[in-house]
């Protein structure tokens, strides 16, 4: 089992950042991927980054590219999701998710994901 347990997020202006955290426990070293989704009402869960746990290698949705920083502290089991020049479109509720299966690619997909945090909303005013 994996828990997870977003925090960090809240509101922000347009153009303004936010940096949002998850931590992790229990059977850490068995996670290969950890990655970001958003959700908003009525839209599929939308895929925003992914990290791999061993080499801290990234991978970013295009919306997100050249905004978002994802990076993580293995000393402490936390993933940090740096938010910058945010827009109204980043306004979401935001997941963070454990994959224990290795893959050559990136997943990005919810349903290769296997461990799930509550959520943390994210409200960004124009």
């Known amino acids: 089992q994996v828990q997870l347990k977003e925090s960090g997020g809240g509101l922000a202006q347009a153009g303004g950042s936010l940096r949002l955290s998850c931590g992790y426990s229990g059977r850490t070293s068995s996670i290969y991927f950890l990655g970001w989704f958003r959700h908003t009402p009525g839209e599929e869960r939308e895929f925003v980054a992914a990290?791999?746990?061993?080499?801290?290698?990234?991978s970013y949705a295009d919306s997100v590219k050249g905004r978002f920083t994802l990076s993580r502290n293995s000393a402490d089991n936390t993933m940090y999701l740096q938010m910058n020049s945010l827009k109204s479109e980043d306004t979401a509720v935001y997941y963070c998710a454990a994959r224990l299966a290795n893959d050559f690619y990136y997943p990005t997909s919810p349903h290769e994901y296997d461990y799930w945090g509550q959520g943390t909303q994210v409200t960004v005013s124009s």
């Open positions: 990290i791999k746990r061993s080499n801290g290698s990234t």
